[in-house]
C-alpha cells in the first residue's frame, strides 16, 4: 500500500487504501489461471428444476414460462466481442453496489462496450446512458453514486415502448437491473418485454433488508453485511454505555422494510436485552397489547434487579405485522389505492380515510400516535410499499410501554406473583427513561465490507457472464461461500407470485421473510432469556478490512446456510 498523503482533496487516506485492496475471481472466471486472464462463464449444467408455474404467471409471462430450471456456471466460455450492455442500479444504495460494475467491465473487457444508466430505471425511460470507460475510481467503494437510483415502477405500455426505443437506439444486446425484489421484478418484465428485441435482462440480487434470497442458491442479498455490521457497531457502543450511565432504556429503530433480517442479525452479533422479530410477531398472532406487557414486565423485571436500562431493538417493518394493526394496515392500503384519496393533499387524507374505515379500523387507527396517523397517510412508493422508514414505529412502543410501566407500578401484585418488600421497593423508585434512535440511511453506503467486497466483484463477473451468453429472464447469484463459491442463474419467474398492492393485485417477486425454523432464529429464541436479565451485551466494533475478522460474513447466512463458521472463502 502507498502511503497516504496528509490531505487530499478527493479521498480519504482509507478510500485510498480501499481501492488498493485485491478482489478475487471465482476460478471459474479464469480462462487461463497463468496469465490471470478472464473470461464469461457458460451457465449450462442444470442444478434443478423449478416447480410448474400456475397459470397466471405462465399468463403473465408467456415467453419467460418455459424457464424453470436453476442453473450452475461451471463450464468456461470463451471471449465474446462487439456486445453492448448497459447496467443499472434499482431502489435503496447498497455496499458493493460499484464493485458490480467493476466485475462487468472486468468480465467484459475491451472488446464490448458497457453502458451504465443514470438514475436508475427513470434514467433507462429516459435514455440517459453514457460510456463506461474506467472502474478504477469505483472500486471497492460504497454507495451508488456513480450512477444514482431511483424506485420507478416500469409496467405500462407507454413506458416499454420507451425501453424499446433506447434499447434499438443504443443497440443493447443486453440489460443488467442490480436491484431488491421489487427491481428484480421490473427485470422479468423487462425481459419478458424485450425478448423480440434480442435484448436480454438479468438481475442482481441487492438489498440491505437480505429479503431476496433463494436458499441455498442466493444465501443473501449484497448490502446486508456491510450494513449489519455498521449497525452492530453502532448498537454495540450504545451497549457499552448504557450499563455505563445506567439510567436509559434505548430503543432502536433498525432498517428493514418488511422482513426483520437485520434485526435478527444484529442481535446475534451483539446480544441486547430485547429484539422484536416482525414474523413472530405476526406468527404468535400477539396484539399490541400482549406484546407491550411483555415487554413493560421485562423492564419492570430488570428494575427489580436494579438495571434500570437496557437497549430494544425494533425492526422497522414490525407495524405491518402486529395483527391488529396489519387489519387496518389492509384497509388503509385499499383505501390509499383508490384515486379519490390519491388526489387528496395529505393534510385532507385524515378526515377521508377515518370515514372510510371499519369500526375495528377505525378505532385500531385513531388509537395509533398522531405522528403514525399522519405517516400512514403518506403517498406510496411506485410499487405500492408503504414507506416504513418514515414511520417511527420506535415511538410507539416507547410511548405504549410508558403508559405500561405505569399501570403495572400502580398495581404491581395483579402483574407479578411473589413480589418481596425489596422487589415492590425498586418497582415503586423506578423511573422508565427512553431514548430513541433510528439506524437505516448510515448503513447502506458504508464502504463495502470484504464479504460484499467480493460478492459483489463476482455477482458482477456473473451477471456479464449471462448477459452475454443470451440467459434472459434470470437473477444470478453466488453460492457455497464458504468453500470457493460457484456460480449460479435463477429464472425470475420462479420467485414471482400474486400479492395485493396498493388496492390491486400485483406480480411481484415473493420477499423471504425470517422463518421461525430456521437456525439463526432458533439460536437467537435459545438465548434471548438470558440476553434479557444478564447483561451480555456484545460489541463487535468496526467492520476490519484486514486480518482474520476481516474474513467473516454475517453470522445468520452461515447459520441458515449450515457452514461450519462464518469465514467466508470466495475466489482463488
Ligand atoms: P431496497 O429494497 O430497494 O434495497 O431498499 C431497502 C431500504 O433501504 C429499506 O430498508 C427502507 O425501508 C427503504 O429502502 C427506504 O427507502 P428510501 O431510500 O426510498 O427512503
Redesign the pocket.
Known sequence: MTTPALYDTQNSPFERMLRELPLQPLSVFFSDKASLEMAPVQFSEVLFHGDPLSADIQATFPVLSHQHRGILGSRKGTPVTGKNIAVFFS??P?AGGHNVIVGLKDILGDHNRLYGVKAGPKGLLAGDLFEITDVSGIRNTGGFDFLGSD?TKITTSEQFEKVRHWVSHYKLDGIVVV?????NTNAAFLAEKLSDLKCTVVGVP????GDLQVWPWVPISF?FDTATRIYAELVGNILKDTPSSRKYWHFIKL???SASHIALEVALQTQPTMTLISEEIAARAHSLDIIVTDMAKGVLRRAMLGHAYGVVLVP?GVIEFIPDVAGLMGELNEIMGDSEAQALVVGARHAYVVGHLSADGKQAFLSLPEVIQTKLLMDR?SHGNL???QIPSELLFVESIAAKVHVIQTNPRAFFSDLSEKDLAALAKFLFTPLTHFF?YEG?CGAPSRFDAAYTYNLGLAAGSAVVQGLTGHMVGITDMATGGRAVALPLTGLIHAERRHGKTSYVIKKALVTLDSPAFQSFAAHRDAWALGDCFSSPGPRQYTGPLSQLMPLSVALNQGYASSVYHLGV
Open positions: 431502489g435503496g447498497a424506485r436491484g431488491g425484489d421489487d427491481s441487492k438489498t440491505i433488508d448490502g432498517m428493514g422494510r422497522e412508493d414507506q416504513v422508514s437505516g447502506r
